[in-house]
């Protein structure tokens, strides 16, 4: 997929999936700030000017990037999913839901 349809798909909302490969500097200038444990692999929070995406590896051996329009949400998505997790190493029987932009 290219820099330009991916873009346009986070600017509609969408959840872009891509090959584990994929190299986010292909999009321009996106700066990484940090990285959190996911399920299946690191969760990996960007900066592309105002903008804010989440890179998170899924249980389809893709990633996932979601936009954000402020680091606020793009922290508090990590924080939510991170909690997710963490409730299902305790059993409680949740499913994630990898095509939302939501964690609960």
């Known amino acids: 997929m290219k820099a330009t349809a991916v873009w346009d798909a986070l600017r509609r909302g969408e959840v872009v999936e891509l090959p584990p490969d994929t190299l986010l500097a292909d999009m ?4 990484e700030i940090s990285r ?7 969760m990996v929070l960007f900066r592309f000017g105002s903008e804010w995406i989440v890179r998170e590896a899924s249980d389809r051996r893709v990633h996932l990037l979601r936009l954000f329009p402020d680091r606020e949400g793009a922290r508090t998505f990590i924080d939510a999913r991170i909690a997710q997790i963490e409730r299902m190493w305790d059993g409680c ?6 095509g939302s932009h939501e964690a609960k």
């Open 28 to 31: 321009g200038d996106v700066e």
């Open 36 to 42: 959190f444990d996911g399920m299946y692999g690191e």
């Open 93 to 98: 029987g949740i499913e994630i839901d990898y």
